[in-house]
């Protein structure tokens, strides 16, 4: 018993000291605030000696493959798609504001919401599933699933829209259906492990993963376990969460121990495993972290606290591992890895051979930009639109920037964001600070 407790003594240490999050910059000089905002959120990072920090410039002759421009009209998976990868979205150029809702929720909204029809899907601390018409500018349902007994409760939801049903999973263990249009729960079970992934919907099955990092496929129509499949636990959590995404054949999926799996979507067996975990010390300054997976048909991309890589989605083998770490989920468009580094770079990848296509630093760009002294920005993540590379900042500033990575603008939204952005329609979609919807076009 008093090992247990020097035990749990050296995490709680470990976990206090390594807090990021409290030294906050201010500026002291005498530059413009509106040109130096961009600058004022930023956190030290610990840089490994291994991080890649090189610039590399364009060569002259090379030229980028433009990626078809869509305009994309709904948004069912918090992720976007089965890949967890962003189209080449249009949207309008003015960027104004164009509608600011009504106060969705009293309650903390959570930062990931989906559209269909006009109508947002969200969900807020308390459980509560919103469903608010732009139409008429006012929440339309408002259904909550939990007991009293779990009212003092915080809760976490994962959600994902098929055919206009909601499926949930959340921290409590329960796993549901809600028919949206109706206002009613077409099934409930309770897993009884809290549940820790983000959701997929494939061929009538549910797929899930508890935080024990069991895979769960539950038939879409009952609720009930068309299969179960265990994988790697880890008994000390931080904050990755199993992330799932999939392509034509197979469903991939990374647990918290850092295990890749893929498993075939006709008979859900598991066709291959690639462990990526780098270090076998459990310290907790060592757990496996990672972003979201994203992938295309041919190449799933991984990019963890220690490394990037780039492995093949048929047999599971690693064809190139470069020695970048990021803090952002990256971006696949064309055959171009996109990603910024968590020392300040932006850097594209030639997927075809593994080539660094170029690498810049992004908050020398944003200075130069600006005119004012170089600083630390936070980066919230990437996408693109209207065929340029687009970085939103954790202080609401976007970038715009070429594929060859010329910075083209420097703007900020007129709220504070919290959540990412969406592209509905020839506009963007975010959520502020203050629970309300922002329309920009």
């Not at 079970?189 to 061929?203: E, M, Q």
Request: charged residues 25%.
């Amino acid at each position: 018993m008093k090992l247990l407790k020097v035990f749990i003594i050296i995490i709680l240490i470990y976990s206090c000291s390594f807090d990021n999050k409290t030294g906050i910059w201010k500026s002291n000089d005498n530059l413009s605030k509106k040109k130096s905002g961009v600058f004022t959120e930023f956190k030290t990072l610990a840089i490994n000696k291994d991080n890649f920090n090189e610039v590399i410039n364009l060569k002259q002759e090379f030229t980028f493959e433009i990626p078809v421009k869509i305009n994309n009209y709904k948004w069912e998976d918090i992720n976007y798609n089965q890949f967890n990868n962003y189209d080449n979205f249009s949207y309008n150029k003015s960027k104004n504001l164009i509608y600011k809702s009504k106060k969705i929720s009293r309650h903390r909204l959570q930062n990931s919401f989906l559209y269909e029809n006009k109508n947002l899907i969200l969900t807020d601390n308390k459980g509560n599933i919103i469903i608010y018409s732009i139409e008429i500018d006012e929440v339309i349902t408002k259904y909550n699933f939990y007991k009293k007994k779990h009212k003092k409760v915080d809760k976490i939801l994962n959600i994902v829209l098929n055919d206009s049903i909601v499926y949930i999973s959340d921290n409590l263990g329960y796993v549901f259906a809600f028919d949206y249009r109706n206002e009613k729960i077409l099934w409930a079970k309770n897993n009884k492990i809290p549940f820790r992934s983000n959701l997929k919907v494939k061929d009538n099955k549910l797929i899930a993963a508890d935080q024990n990092n069991n895979i769960y496929f539950f038939d879409t129509q009952n609720g009930n376990i068309l299969k179960m499949i265990p994988t790697e636990d880890t008994k000390i959590k931080n904050e990755f969460k199993n992330s799932f995404s999939s392509n034509s054949n197979y469903i991939f999926m990374l647990n918290t121990y850092g295990s890749l799996y893929a498993i075939e979507k006709n008979n859900n067996n598991i066709r291959w495993v690639q462990n990526l975990n780098q270090s076998l010390d459990i310290n907790p300054r060592n757990l496996f972290n990672a972003n979201q997976l994203i992938n295309n048909e041919d190449l799933i991309i991984v990019t963890s606290h220690e490394s990037t890589f780039v492995i093949d989605t048929l047999s599971g083998t690693i064809l190139y591992k470069f020695g970048i770490i990021s803090e952002v989920k990256p971006l696949i468009t064309k055959h171009y890895l996109f990603l910024i580094s968590s020392n300040g770079l932006l850097i594209c990848i030639n997927l075809k051979n593994g080539e660094k296509i170029f690498s810049y630093r992004l908050n020398k760009k944003i200075a130069e930009y600006l005119e004012i002294k170089e600083k630390k920005a936070m980066f919230r993540n990437i996408l693109i639109g209207n065929s340029k590379i687009l970085i939103l900042l954790k202080n609401s500033y976007l970038l715009e920037l070429d594929l060859d990575g010329t910075l083209k603008n420097v703007s900020k939204l007129p709220t504070k964001s919290i959540s990412d952005l969406i592209f509905i329609d020839n506009s963007i979609f975010y959520l502020d600070n203050k629970n309300k919807l922002i329309i920009l076009g």
